[in-house]
Nanobody
Framework: QVQLVESGGGLVQPGGSLRLSCAAS????????IGWFRQAPGKEREGVSC????????TYADSVKGRFVISRDNAKNTVYLQMNSLKPEDTAIYYC??????????????????WGQGTQVTVSS
């Protein structure tokens, strides 16, 4: 069974940076990607970014394109989300998830079967 543990969230001022980590264990060949999603209070869960675990291709939501960078370290079984130029609207609980990604720019939560517990990111002055 896949287990995912996020870390790296916290409080940061607008314009600041944070790096989230997602440590994975028990990965199955049924999955081919790790995605980052976020959910703000009163809003639906949103797909933020995704990376293929095999060939490293990536995608980003328009709202974070040019500011966030997803990467992977296969030796450490860890996926990172570097978040720069953070805005108050980036405030949310961020989740990493393992699933099947078909290469589209739209991330569907239902395609991701294993989820971490989430880490809070708050952007505020």
């Amino acid at each position: 069974q896949v287990q995912l543990v996020e870390s790296g969230g916290g409080l940061v001022q607008p314009g600041g940076s944070l790096r989230l980590s997602c440590a994975a264990s028990g990965f199955t060949l049924d999955y081919n990607a790790i995605g980052w999603f976020r959910q703000a209070p009163g809003k639906e869960r949103e797909g933020v970014s995704c990376i293929s675990t095999s060939h490293g291709s990536t995608t980003y939501a328009d709202s974070v394109k040019g500011r966030f960078v997803i990467s992977r370290d296969n030796a450490k079984n860890t996926v990172y989300l570097q978040m720069n130029s953070l805005k108050p609207e980036d405030t949310a609980i961020y989740y990493c998830a393992a699933g099947v990604w078909y290469g589209s720019s739209w991330l569907e939560s239902a395609d991701f079967g294993s989820w971490g517990q989430g880490t809070q990111v708050t952007v505020s002055s």
